[in-house]
């Protein structure tokens, strides 16, 4: 019993500075980090390049925007005067929920067009 207690002690005294040290050896390796990649210089061929024009991207989503909520006032009118003719306690029918779906679906491509 004595010779198990010394064991544990001696194992403690010695594996606790082992495993201080190896965890602040960690925590200084992730601490660093690499340089970041150096810049390409520009050549005479990438000037000659057309630039993105961010103008007639902007224009380019605002039609789409305005054309899809178009579709989406359809949609919705159309879906509207579904649900007001069925009686949608006792029948659910596919064609609305393909229709909110598709609603749905329109919806989000707005706004992730409108974010950017």
Do not use: C, H
């Amino acid at each position: 019993m004595e010779s198990r207690r010394k064991f544990l002690t001696l194992f403690l005294v010695a594996g606790a500075p082992l495993g201080v040290m190896s965890y602040t050896m960690r925590a200084q390796e992730s601490q660093t980090k690499p340089p970041p990649p150096p810049k390409p210089a520009l050549k005479d061929d990438d000037r000659d390049e057309p630039k993105i024009d961010s103008k007639a991207i902007l224009e380019s989503n605002q039609k789409d925007i305005k054309k899809n909520i178009e579709r989406l006032f359809q949609l919705a009118s159309q879906l509207k005067a579904e649900v007001e003719k069925t009686d949608s306690v006792q029948v659910l029918s596919v064609a609305m929920i393909k229709k909110a779906e598709e609603i749905e679906k329109l919806a989000k491509g707005i706004r992730s067009r409108a974010i950017g």
